[in-house]
C-alpha cells in the first residue's frame, strides 16, 4: 500500500503525516509507506532558505512524538501527474484550500482524479489559519484513522 500526502509546499503539512504515517506503519510492523508532495512547492522556498527543508514546528512535534527524522523525505517534492497513477491513495491536506491548485494542476486531464482507486481531501488548515498544535493534532488523528482504515480494510 502507497500513500501520497499533499500540500501547498511539502514543508509542513504533508510532511508530517509522511513522517507520522510511515511511523505507525514501522512500530506495527506493516509493509505500508508513505510519500508526501506539494503542489507549489516554491511557496515554501523562502522558508525552507530561511529554517531548513522541514517545518521547525513539523521538527518539534516529530521529536515530541520520538519520530526519527528518517520517516520522511530529506526535500520537498512537487506532485506529477506519475504520483496519480503510483500511489493507491493520495490525500489532499484541505479541499477548499487545495481544489483549485489541484484542478490546475491535472488541467485536461481531470478524469486522473476521478479514476485514482481513492482520491481524498481532508479539512486541515495551514499555519495561517490554525495554530501549529491545532494543524499537527488533526493530522496526527486522520493519520492514526487513515492507517486503520487501510489495516482493516475499509479503504
Request: glycine share 6%.
Given at each position: 500500500?502507497?500513500?501520497?500526502?499533499?500540500?501547498?509546499?511539502?514543508?509542513?503539512?504533508?510532511?508530517?503525516?509522511?513522517?507520522?504515517?510511515?511511523?505507525?506503519?514501522?512500530?506495527?510492523?506493516?509493509?505500508?509507506?508513505?510519500?508526501?508532495?506539494?503542489?507549489?512547492?516554491?511557496?515554501a522556498d523562502k522558508v525552507?532558505?530561511?529554517?531548513?527543508?522541514l517545518s521547525p514546528y513539523t521538527r518539534s512535534k516529530m521529536e515530541e512524538l520520538d519520530i526519527p527524522v528518517g520517516f520522511t523525505s530529506n526535500k520537498r517534492q512537487p506532485i506529477s501527474k506519475k504520483d496519480l497513477e503510483d500511489f493507491d491513495i493520495i490525500v489532499v491536506m484541505d479541499r477548499s484550500e487545495h481544489f483549485g491548485m489541484v484542478?490546475?494542476?491535472?488541467?485536461?486531464?481531470?478524469?486522473?482524479?476521478s479514476s485514482a482507486k481513492n482520491f481524498k481531501y481532508w479539512a486541515i488548515k495551514d499555519i495561517f489559519d490554525w495554530e501549529p498544535e491545532e494543524t499537527l493534532g488533526a493530522i496526527l488523528a486522520n493519520v492514526n484513522k487513515l492507517f486503520n482504515e487501510i489495516r482493516w480494510g475499509l479503504v
Amino acid at each position: 500500500m502507497k500513500v501520497c500526502f499533499v500540500c501547498t509546499g511539502n514543508y509542513y503539512r504533508s510532511r508530517f503525516a509522511e513522517a507520522t504515517f510511515n511511523f505507525i506503519a514501522n512500530e506495527c510492523g506493516e509493509k505500508y509507506v508513505a510519500e508526501s508532495r506539494g503542489l507549489n512547492v516554491s511557496a515554501a522556498d523562502k522558508v525552507a532558505n530561511d529554517y531548513g527543508e522541514l517545518s521547525p514546528y513539523t521538527r518539534s512535534k516529530m521529536e515530541e512524538l520520538d519520530i526519527p527524522v528518517g520517516f520522511t523525505s530529506n526535500k520537498r517534492q512537487p506532485i506529477s501527474k506519475k504520483d496519480l497513477e503510483d500511489f493507491d491513495i493520495i490525500v489532499v491536506m484541505d479541499r477548499s484550500e487545495h481544489f483549485g491548485m489541484v484542478k490546475s494542476f491535472v488541467g485536461e486531464d481531470e478524469d486522473m482524479i476521478s479514476s485514482a482507486k481513492n482520491f481524498k481531501y481532508w479539512a486541515i488548515k495551514d499555519i495561517f489559519d490554525w495554530e501549529p498544535e491545532e494543524t499537527l493534532g488533526a493530522i496526527l488523528a486522520n493519520v492514526n484513522k487513515l492507517f486503520n482504515e487501510i489495516r482493516w480494510g475499509l479503504v
